[in-house]
C-alpha cells in the first residue's frame, strides 16, 4: 500500500469511529429522529450560512441533479432532497453511508448513497448539476486530484460548492496555540487535517471557468460558552473576514 492509500485508511478508520457530530449527540438515540432531529437542530444552530446556501442552489437548479462528497449522517443531503433536487451522496465510511440510508428511509426521501473515495468518483463525467462538499476535502491526501475528480463529473456550467478550512482565521489561530486538532482530540486526532490560505485555495480551481471565494463562520461549537456571550452580528461580522469556513463556487 503506498503512503497516500495507507493515509487514506488512516483517515477512513478515523471518520468511522467518529462520524461527524457523534461526541456532541445522544448515542443511545442513533439512528431515530430524535438523533437525526437533532443533528439537524444543532447544525443549522451553529452553521448559520448554509440554509441560504441551499435555497441559492436550489433555485438556480430546479430539480438538477446534485452529488454531495463527504456526506457523513447526511444533514445536509436532506436539505437538498426537501428542496426538490435528486440527490447522490457518497462518503469514505460505511459508518455514514448507513446513516443516511436510514435517514433518507425514515424521513421518505429519495437518494443513491455509495462508499466511495473524493479521488476516484465512481461517476461518468458530466453527470451532475451540481457538486457539494463540506469540511472534506482538507481531509484527504490529495486535495487537488478531488478536485480535478469533481470537476470531471459536473457537466459543462455546472457548479461545484466546496467548504474548506481557511488558514488565515481565528479559529486556525486558537487551534495552532492550545494544539487541539480541529476534529478528533489529543488522544484521537483526524489523522489528515489541513486549512489553506485563500490564494492557495483558489490555485486548486484553474481549471474551472469562474471561481469566488468568500469567507463565513467564526467559530465553532467547541467555543461554547464565546458563542453565547458574543452577539450575533459582531460574530457574523467577523466572520465575513477572519472565519474558518472558505466557501469557494467554482463553474465549469
Ligand atoms: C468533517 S466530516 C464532514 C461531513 C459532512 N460534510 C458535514 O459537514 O457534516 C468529514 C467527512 O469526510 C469524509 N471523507 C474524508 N475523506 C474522504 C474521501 N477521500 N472521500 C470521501 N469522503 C471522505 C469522512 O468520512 C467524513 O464523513
Known amino acids: 500500500m503506498s503512503g497516500a492509500e495507507s493515509q487514506k ?17 445522544r448515542r443511545e438515540d442513533v439512528g431515530s429522529r430524535e438523533f437525526y432531529d437533532a443533528a439537524e437542530a444543532l447544525r443549522y444552530q451553529y ?4 440554509q441560504p446556501l441551499f435555497d441559492k442552489i436550489a433555485a438556480s437548479y430546479p430539480e438538477g441533479k446534485l452529488l454531495e462528497v463527504g456526506c457523513s449522517m447526511g444533514n445536509d443531503t436532506i436539505q437538498f432532497a426537501r428542496r426538490g433536487m435528486k440527490v447522490s451522496a457518497i462518503d469514505l465510511t460505511p459508518a455514514a453511508i448507513d446513516l443516511i440510508r436510514l ?4 424521513y421518505g426521501e429519495q437518494g443513491d448513497f455509495r462508499v466511495a473515495d473524493a479521488e ?7 453527470t451532475f448539476d451540481v457538486v457539494y462538499s463540506f469540511g472534506v476535502l482538507h481531509h484527504t491526501p490529495d486535495t487537488a486530484g478531488a478536485i480535478e475528480e469533481i470537476r470531471r463529473v459536473l457537466r459543462p456550467g455546472g457548479t461545484a460548492h ?3 478550512y481557511n488558514k488565515r482565521s481565528l479559529n486556525c489561530l486558537a487551534h495552532k496555540l492550545t494544539g487541539i486538532p480541529f476534529d478528533g482530540s489529543r488522544k ?6 489541513k486549512s489553506y490560505l485563500p490564494s492557495s485555495a483558489r490555485r486548486f480551481f484553474a481549471n474551472y471557468t469562474d471561481t469566488r471565494l468568500s469567507v463565513d463562520y467564526l467559530y465553532g461549537t467547541g467555543w461554547g460558552l464565546l ?3 458574543i452577539p450575533t452580528a459582531l460574530h457574523r461580522g467577523l ?3 477572519i472565519g474558518w469556513h472558505l466557501m469557494i463556487e467554482a463553474v465549469k
Open 9 to 25: 485508511a488512516e483517515v477512513r478508520e478515523f471518520w468511522n469511529r467518529n462520524v461527524n457530530q457523534f461526541n456532541q449527540l
Open 47 to 50: 452553521h448559520y450560512h448554509l
Open 103 to 106: 435517514r433518507f428511509k425514515l
Open 120 to 126: 476516484n468518483l465512481p461517476f461518468d463525467r458530466d
Open 162 to 164: 466546496i467548504m474548506l
Open 188 to 193: 484521537d486526532p483526524c489523522p489528515v487535517e
Open 227 to 229: 458563542n453565547r456571550i
Open 239 to 241: 466572520g465575513k473576514v
